[in-house]
């Protein structure tokens, strides 16, 4: 009996938890959880553009970011202004999304993200991988960004 408990077990764990694991990650999204997503990729393009217009539409007035040089910018436009003078421009920017979570009119989004600096010197053409944090607020129907924190974790080629 023990031998059979242990075999079905094993059997279990190698074929039947996976696809367990598998069919709870597919989950329906909520409508918010959706909305997110959307509003992540959608801000993920405007920074790779350098789209202010955009960046103003998803950025709260009150936005404040721990920056990846170790700094705060305390508002919105602090931060497009560094957009403006060509600081925060990538040739190439990822985001993978890895978890989020809602707390009433909160939506907080953790993943990892790689960055390619967009510039003439070499060494600026490097891949840049980070952990990021972007928190979101409702108002009404509304969704802004109301803060971010985004930290390196390594440099590659």
Request: net charge neutral.
């Amino acid at each position: 009996m023990g031998r059979l408990f242990l075999a079905s077990f094993v059997l279990l764990a190698l074929f039947g938890l996976p696809s367990i694991v598998a069919a709870q990650s597919q989950e329906p999204q909520s409508a918010d959880e959706a909305a997110i997503r959307s509003l992540e990729e959608q801000e993920r393009i405007a920074v790779l553009n350098e789209d202010i217009a955009s960046l103003k539409r998803l950025w709260s007035e009150q936005f404040i970011v721990n920056n990846p040089q170790n700094r705060i910018s305390h508002d919105r436009d602090v931060v497009l202004d560094l957009v403006k003078r060509g600081l925060i421009r990538y040739s190439r920017f990822e985001r993978q999304i890895e978890a989020i979570r809602f707390n009433g009119d909160i939506a907080i989004v953790m993943g990892s993200e790689v960055v390619v600096r967009k510039s003439d010197a070499a060494a600026t053409n490097q891949a840049v991988h980070r952990r990021f944090t972007n928190i979101w607020r409702r108002t009404g129907d509304t969704w802004h960004a109301i803060a971010r924190h985004a930290n390196v974790i390594q440099a590659s080629d």
